[in-house]
């Protein structure tokens, strides 16, 4: 017996649950953005009118909300990688998207922290994040591992806990707006081959 089409695409939202989705994650965003990443949720539901389970209809817990919210900038994030794919020289193209992931994990307050606790955690759904990022680093990262430019024991794993460790104590600096470019610089010079 075939299945049918229609039995394994989500149905489409009714307009009010739309609105209340769209709501959700606007208002997510600016929680977000103003208490970091440990916002209240009841707050979020709060500022978008809705009811906590209405929130938790949409998103069950907080990194499915984190992993909604992180689309735009996943989305940019992998398009930059395409655009580096064949940038020369490869370990700049490396470098310079590593630049763009610590910016991003430094966005939000707590996001490097949440990003590190489910670095290994596939059951995450924030890992629908982590996932397709550690694809697009990857291939940056073997294009300058082929070029003689990183040690070929570095993987992208390495330097997604990098960007993240980078970003956290960023975040534990604000007095130093320059920590984070200081800490990459030190560990890319680690990356390099040995003579």
Not at 43 to 69: C, W
Request: proline share 6%.
């Amino acid at each position: 017996m075939a299945t049918s089409t229609a039995q394994s695409r989500p149905r489409p939202m009714r307009a009010d649950a739309r609105r209340n989705y769209d709501r959700l994650l606007l208002e997510a965003r600016a929680s977000f953005a103003e208490h970091g990443t440990d916002a209240s949720l009841e707050d979020v539901a709060r500022r978008a009118g809705v009811g906590i389970g209405t929130l938790y209809r949409h998103f069950p817990n907080r990194h499915a909300l984190l992993n909604a919210v992180f689309q735009e900038a996943l989305a940019a994030l992998l398009e930059r990688s395409r655009e580096l794919a064949d940038a020369e020289p490869p370990c700049n193209a490396l470098v310079e998207w590593l630049r763009a992931l610590i910016t991003h994990a430094g966005e939000y307050r707590g996001l490097a922290r949440a990003l590190m606790s489910v670095s290994y955690d596939r059951s995450s759904a924030l890992s629908q994040c982590s996932v397709p990022l550690r694809a697009a680093g990857e291939r940056l990262l073997v294009r300058a591992q082929r070029a003689g430019r990183v040690r070929p024991e570095v993987s992208i794993d390495d330097l997604m806990q990098l960007t993240n460790a980078i970003a956290l104590a960023a975040e534990q600096s604000p007095a130093d707006p320059e920590l984070a470019a200081r800490l990459l610089n030190l560990t890319l010079t680690g990356l390099k081959p040995q003579p």
